[in-house]
């Protein structure tokens, strides 16, 4: 098994420590694991990876559990790289999924308006005045004045005109 899934001969496998099989990253763990089993414990579940003949890593899940009275551990490991590799797989498409949420969100927040003639436009795609899209969406009433500005601008030549008649 260890041949076929590593892709080294029993030989090569044999010729140096395990932990030169085992990734740096994990070695620390995996050495405090090994040290606990022998000590008496057990690992279950514990995960690691390991060096193939290709440069390639491939995850292994342990069980083992020692043999106090031969001395020896007893132990199975079963290849979940393809199991890791559809978990890391599925972080990132959540994590994708969430981006795009937020870019949603975001865009939800935004109401497009007519530059020219201040018309909204709704989530059906039809275009209506601020006052109309905002009293079929929000409770808000609208009453319609005049400000100073619009006021100096728009009327008071009028005012002043009709004032000279």
Known sequence: SWER???FTREELMSRPFIEFVH????????????A????GQALGF????????G???????NAAPDGLWSIIYSVARDVT???????????LVGELKRALSEVKALQKILPICSYCRKVRDDENYW?????????HTSTL???SICPACLETHFDEELAESAKE
């Open 142 to 144: 609208f009453s319609h």
């Open 47 to 54: 995960e690691n990876r390991y060096l193939c003949k290709d």
């Open 56 to 62: 390639t890593f491939r995850w292994l899940r342990w």
């Open 37 to 40: 089993v022998r000590a008496g």
């Open 5 to 7: 899934t590593l892709g």
């Open 128 to 136: 209506d005045s601020v006052e109309n899209y905002l009293s079929e």
């Open 82 to 92: 393809a199991s890791k590799q559809a978990e890391e797989e599925r972080e990132r």
């Open 24 to 35: 740096p990253d994990d070695r620390e763990r995996t050495l405090k694991q090994n040290e």
